[in-house]
């Protein structure tokens, strides 16, 4: 990967390219407003984009019209297999397009958190895309055989054991973690999710060495000289590895999901909703609620019942603004 370069602050500058010339090109780096492109040819573009044509993804497939020897308009975003975002009552955070997978890296330090993990569910669920969860650092833990147990049981109950866990040691037993990795990754497009300290820009440069050179050329010039990940970006690796590395996230907003999609989501609530006695019940006073009943059975987990309250009330309280 050549060098690139998000210090452009004004509009591209006109060279002598031509410009009537459209060419396709993938989307491989953004950093919110800035984006790069690598081109069928594999020369990088730095991409700009206006009104609607501003909001494209890492993973996008899009048509570009050079302005400059190395900027280019955003002409038009090819239709999209799919996108996984997350959005607050004003604005929505791209995470990346046409997807294959998301994996999302849990650790015991710093703390993970089960509310961010369901979110997470509920996102990929919306978008049509597979969730593995990778459990990193397990050499934190001082009985291992007796915490993955615990561990496990604890995450089956959030994803409804929908979503298979991996535990590794990133740092302390990297062969093994990645010979298990590769096998989940290899020829597939994958979106690396997580809070900040995870190890997800670890893992990146575990199975792509080369990634580190190219992140922390993007991530020093940004963020003067911390390692954490400032941009979302998409490596390249043999075996057909293409692994996008995000930014560690603390909030996963889901405004932009309906009620019916959020309850589409939730079957574990959708399907003894059902039974309820009355058809608009909301499962919180109502008498004969099947959904109440159903809670601390084997059928429905107080804390998914939780998350599901919170993200109803989230998305009702956000209406108008969205
Ligand atoms: N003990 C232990 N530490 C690890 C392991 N994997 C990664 N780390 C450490 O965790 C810290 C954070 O790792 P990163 O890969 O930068 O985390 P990240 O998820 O990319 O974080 P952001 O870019 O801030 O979102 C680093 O100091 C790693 O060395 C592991 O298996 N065990
Ligand atoms: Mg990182
Ligand atoms: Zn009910």
Known sequence: MGKIKFSAKGKPTVSAVDQ???????????????????????????????????????????????????????????????????????????????????????????????????????????????????????????????????????????????????????????HDAQAHMLSLLEHKRTLILGQSGMGKSTLINLLIPEARASTNEISMALNAGKHTTTHTQMHVGDAGLELIDSPGFQAFGLFHLSEDELLDAFPDIAKPGLRCRFANCQHLREPDCAVKLALGTTELSAARFELFLLLREELRSGQGYA
């Open 20 to 174: 009537d010339i459209l060419s396709h090109a993938l989307v491989v780096a953004s950093h919110g407003r800035h984006f790069v492109a690598r081109g069928d040819d594999g020369k990088l573009w730095q991409l700009f984009g206006k009104g609607k044509r501003r909001e494209v993804a890492v993973g996008d497939e899009v048509s570009i019209r050079p302005s400059g020897d190395e900027q280019a308009w955003v002409e038009e975003i090819l239709p999209r297999r799919n996108l996984v975002y997350r959005s607050d009552a004003l604005k929505s955070k791209l995470f990346a397009a046409n997807l294959d997978q998301v994996l999302l890296v849990l650790a015991i330090s710093p703390p993970y958190s089960t509310e961010l993990l369901g979110r997470t569910l509920v996102a990929c669920q919306h978008a049509g895309v597979p969730l593995h969860v990778v459990f990193n650092k397990v050499d934190l833990f001082d009985d291992v055989q007796e915490a993955m147990a615990e561990f496990t049981e604890e995450l089956n109950a959030w994803t409804r054991g929908e979503c298979p866990i991996h535990f590794v040691s990133l740092t302390e037993a990297p």
